[in-house]
């Protein structure tokens, strides 16, 4: 990782409001080595707005990352902005917001292998879509959904998540 791929990666991070008092290092790591990949149709507007990160952060530079696709790293920041626009709050509290969601906000460091593989195979069930219908194992678990959440667009489980919760 170049010197600015660094910096960029260190400014996700910045963007999480993960305890102090833990290192989440490993898993964050993990988190940026791993590439989203859109499977319903209108996600790729969420795939922009993670990339669209990059542009803020080089903000005029330069300078080049040397990243590909979208990392489920730039996809929790960007999901968290979105969230914090329609209900409110904190970007960076929603961003630990959605990792609990997902379950990964125990994995500090040291991860063992155990919890590399549980926090690949989580990544996995959010990219690939094999969560369950309500969304549980997902980044908006739903209390009372209609609509099976693995096929419905991240735009609109995110803000029927947000009605949920306001509803409650």
Do not use: C
Not at 5 to 13: A, G, N, P, Q, V
Not at 146 to 164: F, G, H, P, R, S
Request: no cysteine; proline share 2%; net charge negative.
């Amino acid at each position: 990782m170049g010197t600015i791929d660094y910096e960029y990666y260190e400014w996700l991070i910045d963007q999480i409001d993960a305890p102090r008092h833990k290192n989440f290092s490993d898993l964050f790591e993990r988190m940026h080595n791993f590439e989203f990949v859109w499977t319903v149709p209108n996600d790729d507007n969420r795939e922009q707005d993670a990339l669209d990160l990059r542009g803020e952060f080089l903000e005029g530079s330069a300078a080049k990352l040397l990243l590909g696709g979208a990392t489920m790293l730039e996809i929790l920041v960007a999901l968290s902005r979105r969230v914090a626009f329609t209900a409110g709050g904190s970007e960076k509290a929603w961003a630990w917001k959605l990792l609990k969601n997902l379950h990964l906000h125990r994995m500090h460091d040291p991860l063992s292998d155990a919890q590399k593989r549980r926090v690949d195979d989580i990544l996995y069930a959010v990219v690939w879509r094999t969560y369950e219908r309500n969304g549980e194992g997902g980044f908006f678990p739903m209390k009372n959904s209609l609509d099976d959440q693995t096929k419905v667009e991240i735009w609109y489980q995110l803000n029927a998540y947000v009605m949920e919760m306001e509803d409650s």
